[in-house]
């Protein structure tokens, strides 16, 4: 059985989330008193999240037989077969490359917070959702990330390099 490019990626994403258990283990193992405080819960169950959705992902990509269709497309007199999903994976592919690009370069110039916000927003208007409802849903969410985070858990959020949250006087 051949596997594709995505169940790599798969086995690296499960890879990440076993190193992520590892860390976070450590973690509340060093500081069983603080380990909400500290950060290590919240990783501990990300990381478990991610390695069990991987792990049924790659079992269902494992499981198919190749049922990709393709279709024959003639040039100059040669059959060529090429299938037909590819050029739309690709540009998929690309897609959310850039928003994952962009997201990581908004998180270190503004914050996890303000980056949120603007992602949210930004995301919502690329699909055509209103404006009225693309602020309020970025507001709603970033506040609950920053209030979740700052007070329920204890967590300093990073805030950037630019000195925005100077201004804000955030706590």
């Given amino acids: 059985m051949k596997m594709k490019g995505s169940s790599y990626f798969l086995l690296f994403l499960i890879l990440v989330g076993i190193v992520i258990l590892y860390s976070s283990?450590?973690?509340?193992a060093e500081y069983p008193w603080a380990s909400m405080r500290r950060g290590g819960f919240l990783p501990l169950i990300l990381g478990s999240l991610l390695v069990v959705?991987?792990?049924?992902?790659?079992?269902?990509?494992?499981?198919?037989?190749?049922?990709?269709?393709?279709q024959a497309v003639g040039l100059g007199g040669q059959q060529l077969k090429e299938t037909t999903a590819v050029a739309?994976?690709?540009?998929?592919?690309?897609?959310?490359t850039a928003w994952?690009?962009?997201?990581?370069l908004l998180i270190y110039l503004i914050g996890f917070v303000l980056a949120t916000l603007v992602w949210v927003f930004v995301y919502l208007k690329r699909y055509n959702v209103?404006?009225?409802?693309?602020?309020?849903?970025?507001?709603?969410?970033?506040?609950f990330i920053y209030f979740g985070f700052v007070f329920v858990f204890g967590v300093d959020l990073y805030e950037g390099v630019l000195p925005i949250y100077g201004y804000l006087h955030l706590p």
């Fill in 130 to 143: 209103g404006w009225i409802k693309s602020i309020v849903i970025s507001l709603v969410l970033a506040a």
């Fill in 88 to 96: 739309g994976e690709r540009r998929t592919e690309l897609v959310t």
């Fill in 25 to 28: 283990y450590q973690i509340v």
């Fill in 100 to 104: 994952l690009l962009g997201s990581m």
């Fill in 53 to 70: 959705c991987c792990l049924i992902l790659l079992f269902g990509e494992l499981r198919k037989k190749g049922t990709e269709k393709s």
